[in-house]
């Protein structure tokens, strides 16, 4: 047996293996075919191979084999690259609240939330429906405020049954504000916007327009902002402005802030 080997396969370190190292194919990572000397660019992967594309545009597939491209000249194992899932960007509510999934309305609690009507009703509805229905919180239409006072004593709030009043034309000296004046109660909070109606709260640029028109005097502000725009009834223009309104973006803020204080009221413990 003596000369049958040209040295001592026993002598050095014998037991450290080279290993080649494993590296991830990483888009437009430039990396050469040992076999066939194919330069290029990882631009994707096709049935479990990877798809090199050269600097003249050429595009060629190639297994994922062991130690079977070189980077830098120098041998490396390319594998494809594990994707961490990202996670799911948190849902909102159209009132920008961060929404519970899974979680069912609760039953209506004693405390409401009044507005002056169901062009307000559907437009709260619209934008803080889904915060309200968790909260059980139950909003009602009223015919107008003129008899608001009396109606505060029919509903009898107490500690457990608060009461939110959403008023349109809020300011100082308004005949609004001498109605609510009236109203004087620890669990009924009233409060509102300055717009003369629900309508002007929508902002102008939601619906594709640079401002509400500006009605005279003594014409009914509705049918004035309808012959202005050019549409026949108010019916077919509220139609046409709820259907603009998908968020707080589209409402004016102190709607938003009259809402959020009179939801915070009423959903206050005890």
Same mark, same amino acid.
């Given at each position: 047996?003596?000369? /049958?080997?040209?040295?001592?396969? $026993?002598?050095g370190?014998?037991?450290? /293996?080279?290993?080649?190292?494993?590296?991830?194919?990483? #888009?437009?990572?430039?990396?050469?075919d +040992?076999?066939?000397?194919?330069?290029?660019?990882?631009?994707?992967?096709?049935?479990?191979a990877v798809?090199l594309?050269?600097?003249?545009?050429r595009?060629?597939?190639?297994?994922?084999?062991?130690?079977?491209?070189? *980077?830098?000249g120098?041998?490396?194992?390319? /594998?494809?690259?594990?994707?961490?899932?990202?996670?799911a960007?948190?849902?909102?509510t159209? #009132?920008?609240?961060?929404?519970?999934?899974?979680?069912? +309305?609760?039953?209506?609690?004693?405390?409401?939330? =009044?507005?002056?009507?169901?062009?307000? @009703?559907? $437009?709260? !509805?619209?934008i =803080?429906?889904?915060?309200?229905?968790?909260e059980?919180?139950v909003?009602?239409? *009223?015919d107008?405020i003129? @008899?608001?006072?009396?109606?505060?004593?029919?509903f009898?709030?107490?500690?457990?049954?608060?009461?939110g009043?959403?008023?349109?034309?809020?300011?100082?000296?308004?005949?609004? #504000?001498r109605?609510? @004046?009236?109203?004087n109660s620890?669990?009924?909070? %009233?409060t509102?916007?300055p717009y003369v109606?629900? =309508?002007?709260?929508?902002?102008?640029? @939601? *619906?594709?327009i640079?401002a509400?028109?500006?009605?005279?005097?003594?014409?009914?502000w509705?049918?004035?902002?309808? +012959?202005? $725009?050019?549409v026949?009834?108010?019916?077919?223009? =509220?139609?046409?402005? $709820?259907s /603009?309104?998908?968020?707080?973006?589209?409402? !004016?803020?102190?709607?938003?802030? +009259?809402? !959020?204080?009179l939801?915070d009221? %009423?959903? !206050?413990?005890?």
């Open positions: 047996m003596a000369g /049958r080997y040209d040295g001592d396969v $026993l002598a370190d014998w037991r450290r /293996r080279k290993v080649t190292p494993e590296v991830d194919a990483e #888009s437009d990572l430039v990396v050469e +040992a076999d066939s000397g194919f330069c290029g660019a990882v631009v994707g992967f096709d049935s479990g798809v594309e050269d600097r003249h545009g595009r060629r597939n190639f297994p994922l084999l062991p130690a079977a491209f070189l *980077l830098d120098k041998p490396v194992t390319l /594998r494809r690259p594990v994707r961490v899932p990202v996670p960007a948190r849902r909102r159209a #009132s920008g609240s961060i929404a519970v999934d899974g979680v069912r +309305a609760q039953v209506a609690k004693a405390s409401r939330i =009044w507005v002056e009507g169901v062009h307000d @009703a559907a $437009l709260v !509805e619209r =803080w429906g889904d915060d309200l229905r968790i059980g919180v909003v009602e239409p *009223l107008g003129d @008899a608001l006072a009396d109606e505060v004593r029919a009898g709030p107490g500690p457990g049954r608060r009461l009043v959403l008023v349109d034309h809020l300011v100082p000296g308004s005949k609004e #504000s109605i609510v @004046a009236r109203v620890p669990h009924v909070l %009233v509102g916007h109606d629900v =309508w002007q709260a929508v902002r102008p640029a @939601a *619906l594709g640079a509400w028109p500006v009605v005279p005097p003594g014409r009914p509705k049918e004035g902002v309808c +012959a202005a $725009l050019g026949g009834e108010p019916a077919d223009m =509220w139609r046409h402005i $709820l /603009r309104v998908d968020s707080f973006a589209d409402v !004016e803020t102190p709607l938003i802030n +009259a809402m !959020e204080r939801i009221f %009423v959903t !206050e413990p005890g």
